[in-house]
């Protein structure tokens, strides 16, 4: 039988602060004879069943990116990491003004964090994202983030085995 507690160490990082998502998972499910896959896509069915109020605090759990000054304490170490390898830790002055205008810019019109799943991604594509997304409409944009937070939960799993 897969504990518990092994269970929600690995997978109740994968959605940023939110191990309730494996938490939940672990209590509805048998999931002795899944993949890690198919674990995934009981967790990705669960946040897309979420009422839109619960979706939006999943998304307010995501970081700014590309914070440099004074790191947020709810910075996951996986968040970190991932800023890291898209060049987003290592700004120049003026990239990081750019950046931090297109977060607010971006914070102003959608109430919530521009999120990206930025593995693979170098800073320019990441800016050019963020201005190409400024472009959509709320509800676009919250459906992406949704979309962007499975991508991000999918490489993290990838990267645990």
Known sequence: MLEREKFIRHYGSLYENSPHIAIEIYELHSLDTLSPLERLKLMKDYVNNMDKELKMKLILEHPELGIKRGQPKNLTSYSKQEQKRAGLDNLSESEYNLLRSLNEEYMNKFKFPFIIAVSGLTK???????????????????NTAINEIHKIAEIRLQNLY
């Open 124 to 142: 320019e594509k990441v800016f050019g994202n963020i201005r190409d997304r400024l472009k959509n409409s709320v509800e676009m944009e919250f």
